[in-house]
């Protein structure tokens, strides 16, 4: 644990650049992977392996999303945390549909957490409008 803490600490920049990329690179692998699976046969469609894979992508999405929650919770520089926060602001509609009902639940738990440790007010302010946003999406 303490070799991640160090590596966060020494990567911070890094770890938030690729936060902020994922986040807007996502919505546009689950848009392609959804548009494969519309043009596939119901058949097709139904595959085992290919519902998992499926599957798989949506998790991972939803993975990414609640890490990016936790870091942009951690205690980070602020630029960092406007960062971090501002993305995970101007991509929930993205990331909201995709989410289950439970994942919602538990990422806007995850929100509530982050805002509550964020120390920097525009960061705390984009967290609580993505948490408003979200909670929007039924």
Do not use: C
């Amino acid at each position: 644990l303490q070799g991640v803490q160090a590596n966060v600490e020494r990567y911070e920049d890094e770890i938030t650049s690729a936060i902020d990329f994922m986040l807007r690179l996502f919505p546009r692998v689950s848009n392609s992977a959804t548009a494969y699976a519309k043009s596939l046969t119901e058949a097709e469609r139904n595959q085992p392996k290919r519902k998992k894979g499926l599957e798989n992508i949506r998790d991972g999405y939803m993975k990414s999303v609640s890490g990016a929650i936790a870091f942009a919770g951690g205690d980070l520089k602020p630029a960092n945390a406007r960062t971090v926060s501002l993305v995970l602001r101007e991509t929930v509609p993205d990331w909201g549909q995709v989410a289950s009902p439970e994942q919602r639940t538990e990422l806007s738990d995850l929100l509530s957490q982050a805002q509550e440790a964020v120390k920097d007010p525009d960061a705390h302010a984009d967290l609580a409008a993505a948490a408003q946003a979200l909670s929007a999406i039924k």
